[in-house]
């Protein structure tokens, strides 16, 4: 079974940091593309940022590019993304998934098979 576990969030206040992490069990990791998504009260999921199975190629929205990055180590499985300079819009509940099978950048969440439960990320201003 596939599993996305994601942690790293927290209560930060405006111009800080955090790193999500996103830890993936049960399937081969190196061949997925993975994305992050976030969805804040009131609001739908939107796409945050996306990396291919090499961490060669990445792609971000426009509201997170420049503060985001999003990384991956093949060897752990595991994706990350560190956000910077921090905002209280950038406030929401992040969500890291994995596109089972196929190893280019989306955008798409339909595209992505496989999610974490969500961690939650509140910036206070």
């Known amino acids: 079974q596939v599993q996305l576990v994601e942690s790293g969030g927290g209560l930060v206040q405006a111009g800080g940091s955090l790193r999500l992490s996103c830890a993936v069990s049960?399937?081969?990791?190196?061949?997925?593309?993975m994305g992050w998504f976030r969805q804040a009260p009131g609001k739908e999921r939107e796409f945050v940022a996306t990396?291919?199975?090499?961490?060669?190629?990445?792609y971000y929205a426009d509201s997170v590019k420049g503060r985001f990055t999003i990384s991956r180590d093949n060897a752990k499985n595991t994706a990350y993304l560190q956000m910077n300079s921090l905002k209280s819009s950038d406030t929401a509940v992040y969500y890291c998934?994995?596109?089972?099978?196929?190893?280019?950048?989306?955008?798409?969440?339909?595209?992505?098979?496989?999610w974490g439960q969500g961690t939650q990320v509140t910036v206070s201003s």
């Open positions: 998934a994995a596109r089972s099978g196929y190893s280019g950048t989306s955008s798409r969440s339909s595209d992505y098979n496989y």
């Open positions: 990396i291919d199975w090499t961490g060669a190629s990445t």
């Open positions: 049960g399937r081969s990791f190196r061949v997925d593309a």
